[in-house]
């Protein structure tokens, strides 16, 4: 049997590197700057295209259904919906800004869902911490701010979060071909609230889910439950090995082939 790892001890933070973060700190409160709405769409978009290529095989051509949890400003689905436009998509994005933006994105399109809420485990009221640098790494798990905010500035917005199971029902969902999630840390709350769904579901979709390293994520064994809980749903096994701080994995219901 393997032996619990004890934590390791992290050493106290000298005086000087103290100072050295609170004078950092200032400094970006003081002279950093937000990207403008045009400067993050382009940046996104550059960004999203190996995501979006990740996804695209795994999205049937005619009729699928995808939700995209964590849509931000709604390049993904945007782009995705380039390639297979008879795509329904349902889009979960809880800052209001981004929400906005993804309703003025899709307006029109009747095929396109958006939605102003998180997902996770629980219904909720709860906040949201937008840092002021990235408008795309926005955290609800707060032990992942608290870690970060000696050296970032972080504002609070007021959200709801929801149960992706009891949306299904509501919304009389009853298959999805794909799951895209990337919610800064979230992402295990997010599948674990959709665990029901996925259990009565004929077909298994695969799920591309971002998940943070073991000394990043103050969850990690939450997360790490989590993936044994997909596992046993019939989920391929991915390896975690030399994983980076943050990164996506595709899992993958056995037997799943490119299109089906």
């Known amino acids: 049997m393997a032996q619990a790892r004890a934590p390791a001890m992290q050493p106290s933070p000298s005086p000087f590197s103290r100072l050295y973060s609170a004078a950092k700190l200032l400094r970006y409160r003081w002279f ?13 978009r550059r960004v999203v295209q ?5 996804a695209l ?13 964590g849509a931000n400003i709604g390049i993904f689905t945007e782009e ?10 349902y889009l979960f994005e809880p800052v209001r800004a981004h929400f906005e933006r993804c309703c003025e994105r899709f307006a029109g399109m009747e095929n396109v869902t958006v939605e102003p809420f998180a997902l996770g485990d629980k219904a909720q009221h709860t906040r949201i911490w937008k840092p002021k640098h990235n408008p795309g790494g926005n955290v609800i798990e707060f032990e992942i701010v608290a870690r970060r905010r000696s050296f970032m500035d972080f ?3 007021e959200i709801e979060c929801r149960v992706f199971d009891e949306y299904a029902r509501e919304r009389g969902i009853t298959r999805v071909d794909f799951i895209k999630t990337d919610t800064e840390g979230y992402d295990s709350r997010v599948l674990r609230g959709m665990l029901g769904f996925l259990a009565a579901c004929a077909k298994r979709p695969p799920i591309l889910a971002e998940l943070l390293r073991e000394d ?3 969850e990690y064994a939450s997360q790490l439950a989590l993936l044994e809980e997909l596992y046993a749903l019939g989920y391929t096994r991915v390896d975690l090995a030399g994983m980076q701080d943050v990164q996506d994995f595709l899992f993958l219901p056995q037997g799943a082939r490119p299109g089906a």
């Open 57 to 69: 095989p795994w999205i049937p051509e005619e009729g699928a259904v995808l939700l995209d949890v």
């Open 32 to 44: 950093g700057r937000a990207p403008s709405a045009a400067e993050w769409e382009e940046r996104v």
């Open 80 to 89: 995705i919906l380039r390639a297979r436009p008879r795509t329904r998509a």
């Open 155 to 157: 504002r609070p917005e």
């Open 216 to 218: 990043i994520h103050p």
């Open 50 to 54: 190996e995501t979006v290529a990740t």
